[in-house]
């Protein structure tokens, strides 16, 4: 049986990324409580680019009319829902495995973005937010 090595780093982001959705569940709206049920948390990817940052997020199933997206001068909060189907009942299914339910997701970035430049697009199952640096593209 092969040892397997530790890998710090992959230990590291993985603790983060727990780290970052109990934070963010703290952050839920006390107006807007969420179920019981509701563990879905989006994956998503962050990076910066020459202009500012990018931030994608995998939302499949989800309306863009249930996606909420807020910006300020350091930080992109997106909220939403992604909804069970409709007309199912639950003793009719044999597996669910698909997480659904309310949604919040908090980025912050190193420099300050221009929050009423944002763009988003919602292709594909995929939330596109591009965040302009305030200031302009850095070289």
Request: overall charge negative.
């Amino acid at each position: 049986m092969p040892l397997r090595r530790p890998d710090p780093l992959r230990d590291l982001l993985t603790l983060q990324e727990r780290m970052n959705r109990l934070f963010e569940q703290s952050l839920a709206r006390l107006d807007e409580p969420v179920p019981a049920y509701a563990h879905f948390s989006p994956a998503a990817d962050v990076f910066e680019t020459t202009e500012g940052y990018v931030v994608e997020l995998e939302l499949p199933g989800v309306r863009d009319e249930d996606v909420e997206i807020v910006a300020d001068e350091r930080r992109l909060f997106v909220r939403g829902v992604r909804r069970q189907l409709e007309g199912l009942r639950p003793d009719g299914f044999h597996r669910v495995e698909r997480a659904h339910g309310a949604f919040n997701r908090h980025f912050e970035f190193p420099a300050a973005i221009d929050p009423d430049a944002v763009r988003a697009t919602f292709e594909d199952g995929v939330l596109r937010v591009e965040l302009p640096r305030r200031g302009g593209p850095h070289e």
